[in-house]
């Protein structure tokens, strides 16, 4: 379980960090994608299998294809002529980061002995998150139906050509 | 064992250091995409805290925390379309993706 677990650490942590620092905009999506796949692993790792074919469904299937679209129609590839990939102000937004990190590192470490040993795995069926979806969550899953068509239609609106301005 | 007491510590640490590495990614790059996804990171570090949390916590209501993590993926869906559909309008209006450089707001 351990080795599989800090091999999955390892990939995932990795992609997330070729995510962030590579130049070309494109190794960065593929970079993403490795980020998203790991963590599926990691939720079927952790015995949730639903959860994570949902990872592998929704973020490797359709949030990856998003962001290379959206890497492509605007020609984000090309790296910029005048200095690098980042903001003048990086050494402040490493600093809060590694801030960030050391803070909630330091609290995990700090609560790991009030944290329980083994637990039984819980046994979730599919079944049975269908049967809490259609009776005890409905209402919040209707909401998220309401909020994808919203956010679907507004993206269209968003990123839809205007006749007026066309240059 | 995974070297820590707890199983549930490393997956702890490896969500905070995935959450800082997105932090990091929103905050020192220049192109609005590359903060679109360190944004994606941090949403997928919650995530897998949830997880977590849900799989080695004691819980009288198992399906909570799966639910909350299915609808947390659901939410985040909808942001990244609209995100990018955001960057893709602006990218057409001012001819750039770089935030350095995004400094009206009326086009």
């Known amino acids: ?167 | 064992m995974t070297g820590f007491a707890t199983p549930l510590t490393g997956y702890l640490l490896v969500a905070a250091l995935l959450f800082a590495i997105g932090l990091a990614g929103a905050l020192t790059r220049r192109n609005a995409i590359l903060v679109l996804i360190g944004i994606e990171l941090m949403l997928n570090a919650a995530n897998l805290n949830l997880i977590a949390f849900w799989r080695y916590l004691p819980h009288p209501e198992a399906l909570t925390g799966m639910m909350f993590a299915i609808f947390s993926i659901a939410v985040a869906a909808a942001e990244a379309a609209v995100g990018l559909g955001l960057v893709i309008s602006i990218h057409r209006h001012a001819h750039t993706t770089d935030l350095d450089e995004m400094n009206r707001m009326k086009g």
Not at chain 1, 46 to 61: K, P, R
Not at chain 1, 81 to 107: E, N
């Open chain 1, 1 to 167: 379980m351990s080795f599989v677990f800090w091999l999955l650490a390892a990939i995932t942590v990795a992609g997330g960090l070729a995510a962030v620092l590579l130049k070309n905009l494109v190794h960065c999506a593929l970079a993403l994608t490795v980020v998203f796949a790991g963590l599926a692993l990691l939720f079927l790792q952790l015995d949730a299998q639903f959860a994570g074919f949902a990872q592998i469904l929704v973020y490797v299937g359709a949030v990856a294809i998003l962001v290379v679209f959206a890497i492509l129609l605007t020609r984000s590839s090309e790296t910029p002529k005048d200095g690098g990939v980042f903001s003048r102000t990086w050494g402040a937004g490493l600093a809060i980061s590694a801030a960030v990190f050391a803070v909630l590192g330091w609290v995990v470490l700090q609560s790991e002995a009030g944290l329980p040993r083994e637990i039984s795995v819980p046994n979730v069926t599919v079944l049975q998150i269908g049967n809490a979806l259609m009776g005890r969550y409905v209402l919040p899953l209707e909401i998220v139906a309401l909020l994808l068509t919203a956010a679907l239609i507004g993206a269209v609106i968003v990123a839809m050509h205007e006749k007026g301005d066309a240059k």
